[in-house]
């Protein structure tokens, strides 16, 4: 990939596990730490995205905010209260029922670095982890349960990552990202 000069591409080593959804789970980690340790007064803003994506169409300056948050294309057409949120008690993600507005994709989410370092220092993957729990959507469950209680400056329709696994509504009339089709039984870590 050729870049301009003022443009500089960060790879950051992970860990490898077995699981997806251990590495999926570990990305909030990563996160916080290099906000700590390499990019806290480096850059503004800062978007997390899943690395199998494509895109369709530009995507501007509209993202640029304090905390931004996709709604889940998976939860978009569903009333509100049959959301997927994590229910357990037991789990730090979980949402009490009755609770709830959008259901956020953790696909694309993001803002000011000291917001994304809010989102991503909070331990309670870490936390249900240790305690034997995996909540319903990985580290999607924990993003949604911050997300409720701090909500984001921005909301991103579904256009912003549509899954190709769904059919799309007349309403979303633009797909800016969108879902690569996988099977996940195929992939090695």
Same mark, same amino acid.
């Given at each position: 990939?050729?870049?301009?000069?003022?443009?500089? /591409?960060?790879? !950051? =080593? @992970?860990?490898? +596990?077995?699981?997806?959804? &251990?590495?999926?789970?570990?990305?909030?980690? !990563?996160?916080?730490?290099?906000?700590?340790?390499?990019?806290? +007064?480096? @850059? &503004?803003?800062?978007?997390?995205?899943?690395?199998?994506?494509?895109?369709? *169409?530009?995507?501007? @300056?509209?993202?640029? &905010?304090?905390?931004?948050?996709?709604?889940?294309?998976?939860? +978009?057409?569903?009333?509100?209260?049959?959301?997927?949120?994590?229910?357990?008690?037991?789990?730090?993600? #979980?949402?009490?029922?009755?609770?709830?507005?959008?259901?956020?994709?953790?696909?694309?989410?993001?803002?000011?670095?000291?917001?994304?370092?809010?989102?991503?220092?909070?331990?309670?993957?870490?936390?249900?982890?240790?305690?034997?729990?995996? #909540?319903?959507? %990985?580290?999607?469950?924990?993003?949604?349960?911050?997300?409720?209680? %701090?909500?984001?400056?921005? /909301?991103?329709? =579904?256009?912003?990552?549509?899954?190709? *696994? /769904?059919?799309?509504?007349?309403?979303?009339?633009?797909?800016? /990202?969108?879902?690569?089709?996988? &099977?996940?039984? *195929? @992939?090695?870590?």
């Amino acid at each position: 990939m050729k870049l301009a000069p003022e443009k500089r /591409l960060f790879i !950051i =080593p @992970v860990q490898n +596990y077995s699981r997806w959804q &251990d590495i999926s789970m570990n990305q909030m980690d !990563i996160i916080s730490n290099h906000i700590r340790t390499h990019w806290g +007064y480096k @850059v &503004d803003y800062l978007y997390s995205m899943y690395i199998d994506i494509q895109m369709f *169409e530009h995507i501007g @300056v509209e993202i640029i &905010d304090t905390l931004v948050g996709t709604i889940s294309s998976w939860q +978009y057409t569903k009333p509100w209260d049959s959301n997927s949120y994590e229910r357990r008690p037991e789990s730090r993600a #979980a949402i009490p029922s009755g609770e709830g507005d959008f259901y956020y994709a953790a696909s694309f989410y993001g803002g000011s670095v000291s917001e994304v370092y809010k989102l991503t220092c909070f331990k309670g993957v870490t936390e249900d982890r240790a305690n034997g729990i995996e #909540a319903k959507w %990985h580290k999607e469950s924990h993003l949604n349960k911050h997300l409720l209680y %701090h909500k984001p400056t921005c /909301l991103l329709s =579904p256009e912003y990552y549509w899954d190709e *696994e /769904l059919i799309r509504p007349h309403i979303i009339r633009v797909k800016r /990202l969108s879902s690569v089709c996988k &099977d996940l039984k *195929e @992939v090695r870590f």
